[in-house]
């Protein structure tokens, strides 16, 4: 476990102080080094002792992801500084926007249907919506 912390401090980003902590190593690249320093581990044993650290898996991120972060944990410092409130929402899902099919019904005069687009191609001039 004392090699494992050693191999996953290094890449954890954020202030252990801090409520906002992540990591940018996977599963597979800590066996990978954990092995080559004489542990006989599969990557299997790495994600139950990291889910053991308090760690989830993610997603591949953004090279950006960790300016984000920075940016987010700034911005979280500041109001905790004034005891104010922080509350950060990752969305994943973006919905388009405009006039698209979706799969509600509306209530309209009889023969008298609202018109969408067909097809839900992106309008490069409307933006996407986090719902």
Known sequence: MSDLD???EPETRGDPENPLRWTCKSAEQIKTKL????????????NHLLHEMGYSLQGNQNPDRDQQFRHIEAKSRKFLKKNQPVISVD???KELVGQHKNRG?????KGNPELVNMHDFPDP???KANP
């Open 6 to 8: 050693k191999l996953i």
């Open 125 to 127: 001039k409307l933006p």
């Open 35 to 46: 092995n080559d320093m004489g542990h006989q581990i599969s990557e299997r044993t790495v």
């Open 105 to 109: 019904n509306e209530w309209h005069p």
């Open 91 to 93: 969305t994943k899902k």
